[in-house]
Nanobody
Framework: QVQLVESGGGLVQAGGSLRLSCAAS????????MGWFRQAPGKGREFVAA????????YYTGSVKGRFTISRDNAKNTVYLGMNSLKPEDTAVYYC?????????????????WGQGTQVTVSS
């Protein structure tokens, strides 16, 4: 089972930037499609972005397209979420997740390993 640890969250003003990191344990990291999800207070968990095991394929939810970038470094067993032009509505706990298949995975029920989450707060 892959173990995931997120970092990089924090408090930022609207229009600012953050980069989240998710370090994965285990072998064959490139065999895992990876994703980022978020959960705002009082709301359900929402898909944000996903990347294939090779890094060649990505997919974003509409509200972050053009502002967020998902990437990965398989040599470091790490996936990143670069976030620019942050808005107060981006405030949430952000979770990374690993899927047991190498494709681009968008459904939360297709992931079998989750990190503990990192808080992102965007002030207006």
């Amino acid at each position: 089972q892959v173990q995931l640890v997120e970092s990089g969250g924090g408090l930022v003003q609207a229009g600012g930037s953050l980069r989240l990191s998710c370090a994965a344990s285990g072998r064959a990291f490139s065999a895992n499609g990876m994703g980022w999800f978020r959960q705002a207070p009082g709301k359900g968990r929402e898909f944000v972005a996903a990347i294939s095991g090779s890094g060649s394929g990505t997919y974003y939810t509409g509200s972050v397209k053009g502002r967020f970038t998902i990437s990965r470094d398989n040599a470091k067993n790490t996936v990143y979420l670069g976030m620019n032009s942050l808005k107060p509505e981006d405030t949430a706990v952000y979770y990374c997740a690993a899927a047991p298949t190498p494709g681009v995975v968008t459904g939360s029920n297709e992931y079998n390993a989750w990190g503990q989450g990192t808080q992102v707060t965007v002030s207006s």
